[in-house]
């Protein structure tokens, strides 16, 4: 079968980048649109049709992108315009949960409940295509993981029941698991763009100081982790008093509480079913840094650290309470 040109490839990408900008705008001029029809005192009746035909209208263009990007050949486009692409489809995703927070006021419960759901399968849908379309490496253990394989041997039963907890965290072999009052450092050459998995640790600090493909958080308390640029996603769940200073494309938080977030995201944050999270810019320096981000294929120039999206806060005219900027005053510099 014959494969593609580049510069067809890249007429492609550009005609689909196009796209997703028009729509974008347009998702953005119905949200005016909405919020006029208030300023008018238009009926509810009225705002819920025009919602409902604008939330499907732009739910299923943001599919078609997604189907869009994945029907392109991706080995004839560089880790830079992939994630750029994917970054472009999360921000729609995120403008659409706006349009549905701004319209609770006037939906019916179940009409609200229904877009909330349809707006959180978008963004599952989303992290699977990431996998999909940005290859990634064998899963290797890393040496300061081979220290606990005999303990996690000894736990055989335990270990499945776990798995079947985590909610969002993937299938993927603990780098450090189990451990309680310990420092470590994983070196760039054990966990270059690989799967890092850290669960259950209490009261240790990690420092990554590489570029890992994906990060995983599970069962963590009252940790510290440092960590250079992540190709693709960081996935935090049920951890609990912990920091975590972290640069990536995509991050979401779940089941989580007292969270201390220093970050690059060059998509929005999303967070659900957590509270008293503090967020703050990423600022993790270290010898190999700027490297790193190359490697990673990072926008360094694009940073939604602020930008969060609380899937479980739908009132888009009242800050969320679960989550706040932290104050200047509070922030440490972080420095290897």
């Not at 604008?54 to 943001?62: C, S, V, Y």
């Not at 179940?110 to 877009?115: F, L, M």
């Not at 939604?304 to 999206?309: E, S």
């Amino acid at each position: 079968m014959s494969t593609p040109s580049t510069s067809t490839t890249d007429s492609r990408l550009a005609e689909m980048t196009a796209k997703m900008t028009a729509r974008e705008a347009e998702i953005r001029r119905r949200i005016e649109e909405l919020r006029a029809c208030r300023a008018e005192g238009k009926s509810e009746a009225e705002q819920y049709t025009a919602f409902e035909a604008a939330f499907d209208a732009e739910r299923l263009a943001i599919v078609e992108d997604m189907e869009a990007l994945e029907s392109v050949k991706t080995a004839a486009i560089s880790t830079v315009d992939i994630n750029n692409s994917l970054a472009a489809i999360n921000d729609k995703i995120a403008c659409l949960q706006r349009y549905h927070s701004d319209s609770v006021g006037f939906l019916p419960a179940y009409v609200s409940a229904s877009a909330k759901a349809k707006v959180e399968e978008l963004a599952n849908k989303l992290a699977d295509l990431r996998e999909r379309v940005v290859p990634k490496k064998k899963f290797a253990f890393s040496s300061a993981a081979s220290s606990n394989r005999n303990s996690k041997q000894q736990q055989p039963q335990q270990q499945p029941q776990k798995q079947q907890q985590q909610t969002l965290q993937p299938k993927v072999e603990p780098t450090l698991h189990n451990l309680t009052g310990k420092a470590v450092v994983l070196s760039d050459e054990s966990v270059a763009n690989k799967d890092i998995l850290l669960s259950d640790l209490a009261d240790c600090t990690i420092k990554v100081l590489s570029h890992p493909a994906t990060l995983h958080l599970n069962g963590l308390t009252n940790c510290t982790i440092l960590c250079g640029p992540v190709h693709r996603s960081v996935l935090i769940e049920k951890c609990t008093d912990f920091t975590l200073v972290v640069a990536c494309h995509q991050l979401r938080l779940h089941s989580s509480t007292r969270c201390k977030l220093y970050l690059h995201v060059t998509s929005t944050p999303i967070i659900e079913y957590s509270n008293d999270v503090l967020i703050a810019p990423y600022n993790f320096n270290y010898a190999n840094l700027s490297d790193h981000v190359t490697l990673s294929g990072l926008n360094w120039h694009r940073n939604q650290w602020d930008q969060v999206q609380d899937f479980n806060h739908l009132a888009g005219h009242v800050a969320s309470p679960n989550w706040s900027i932290m104050p200047e005053t509070d922030r440490l510099n972080w420095e290897e």
